[in-house]
């Protein structure tokens, strides 16, 4: 894999990661007329929930749903330069252009409540990751070496995102399908580093923290063991990695992709863990477009450990996991779920696991 770093017009970074070394240089110049980027986005702290809240309203005149010949993730042309200064790539990551964290974001105005509701900047930074130059294409139908290239782009990003000033916590996630509120056809995903611990990362690490004290063992070290020896809801595995439904999954369609072995982040893993992973992963999303014999929509997350915190606690897994209950109906996130944040599934996880191991 070849690592190339380059500047936009406006200054933002652009990395593109090349499977094959002796890929033609990616040097091109950004010709576009930019204007600097000014983010001014905040994080307020909701009083009641003791959780952060991002506001970032200049992101309401971002690009949506643009015609495919106006993809700005497509490759440039002659006439039609686009985000990605290239004639062809591989795997390109850059900043996006309307950030909901960025570094340089100024201090915010005021208090709003005095000091029950404190406000900040937006520090961090938030980036978009385009799988492959190929507008019509999507995750699923990468080569198993492309798919290995991203997880090499996705653990430089982690690595390097997280020696920013003020991130404390690295994102990598792929949002796919309408559904999902997809605003960008072209086959891409996205990383936020954002400048707390996450409510979701600090809930399950306090989680971790209590059976690790009860137990001197990983919480996921022991959930993991549990359902290879089971064995009703795995999907698939590999040499270093299983994919399995959670015992508790929420969604209508939910699977994680953990390693055999406890690492912190997407940066720790061995060069063997990474290329197992790539194919598990394909194999996985093979499986999930199986499942209603359509492409699914669906989000894929990766759980990484914090910075600066838990890391010994932490133990990386993927969770994929779909809106879709039928062939063409959503799962709503309605009162009990967005009220009092109670899942209801309509399915088991053991039906889950059963169709998706037969849609492969
Ligand atoms: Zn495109």
Partial sequence: MRRTARRLADGREIVYFDDDPQAPPRDAVDTRDLPAQR??????????????VAMAAHR????????ADL???CPSTPGRPTEIPEPDYEVAVFENRFPSFAQGVPEPGDPVL??????????GRCEVVCFTSDHDSAFVELSPRRARTVV????????????????????????????????????????????FVTPRTERMLRVAAEHHERTGRHILGDVLAAERAHGERVVATSDHWTAYVPAAARWPVEVHL??????????????AERDDLAELHLAVLRRLDGL???????IAAWHQAPVRTGRELSWLHLQVFSVLRTADKLKYLAGSESGMGVWINDV?????AERLRAAG
């Fill in 258 to 271: 953990v390693p055999h072995r406890q690492a912190p982040d997407l940066p720790a893993l061995t060069d």
């Fill in 114 to 123: 005095g000091d029950l509701a404190p406000r900040r900047a937006a520090v």
């Fill in 152 to 195: 090499d782009a996705w653990a430089d990003r982690t690595a390097a995102l997280g020696r920013l000033p003020g991130v404390e916590q690295v994102f990598c996630f792929e949002n796919r399908g309408e559904e999902i509120g997809v605003t960008l056809h072209h086959p891409h995903g996205q990383i936020y580093a954002y400048p």
């Fill in 71 to 73: 993809c700005p993730l």
């Fill in 348 to 352: 088991t996880p053991e039906q889950i």
């Fill in 60 to 67: 309401q005149t971002r690009t949506y749903k643009p015609p």
């Fill in 39 to 52: 983010p001014r986005s905040e994080i307020r702290l909701d009083p009641l929930t003791g959780e952060w």
């Fill in 292 to 298: 209603y014999a359509r492409p699914l929509p669906y």
